[in-house]
């Protein structure tokens, strides 16, 4: 985790491709960049969670009611990023992160952990591959089309 204790994940069916998505976003913010499977060494890894985690849904009537709204999500990154710090001040003793959709692909769930959650995660994770890994080979081809991107030579 991060200093301020942030973890970041994609869950559900559209997990591994959302992570993908999330990791190679373009620093434009349009769509998902190609993606180098070799520098930096990517690896994707699942993790099984060892219990239920209490985390603030902003997909939830809870931004209404907070008098936001869902560029909370989809707007620019220091605003994220204020209303996160915010909510974490807020709300430290109550919630352990924070569910929401990924705003580069449509269909993707993440989830910010804090601190507090550390202890959630397993000591083993049940899988890390390499993207270039073979095996991978597939899944990566399949989320890359997903994602209208491709793999770097």
């Not at 998505?21 to 499977?37: I, K, R, Y």
Request: glycine share 8%; proline share 4%.
């Amino acid at each position: 985790m991060q200093a301020r204790g942030i973890a970041y994940f994609a869950f559900g069916s559209e997990a591994f491709t959302t992570a993908i998505a999330e990791a190679f976003q373009a620093e434009s913010g349009a769509g998902v960049s190609p993606v180098n499977g070799v520098t930096g060494n990517p690896t994707i890894t699942k993790a099984v969670l060892k219990r239920t985690v209490n985390v603030l849904d902003l997909n939830s009537s809870w931004v209404t009611r907070a008098k936001g709204n869902q560029s909370i999500r989809t707007g620019p990154r220091k605003d994220s990023r204020e209303w996160t710090r915010a909510i974490y001040d807020a709300h430290i003793t109550s919630i352990e992160g924070l569910a929401y959709s990924s705003s580069v692909y449509g269909p993707g769930r993440c989830v910010a952990l804090f601190e507090m959650a550390s202890d959630v995660l397993r000591t083993s994770p049940e899988l890390t591959r390499q993207l270039n890994d073979a095996v991978m080979e597939t899944a990566v081809r399949n989320a890359l089309h997903m994602l209208n991107t491709y793999m770097l030579p």
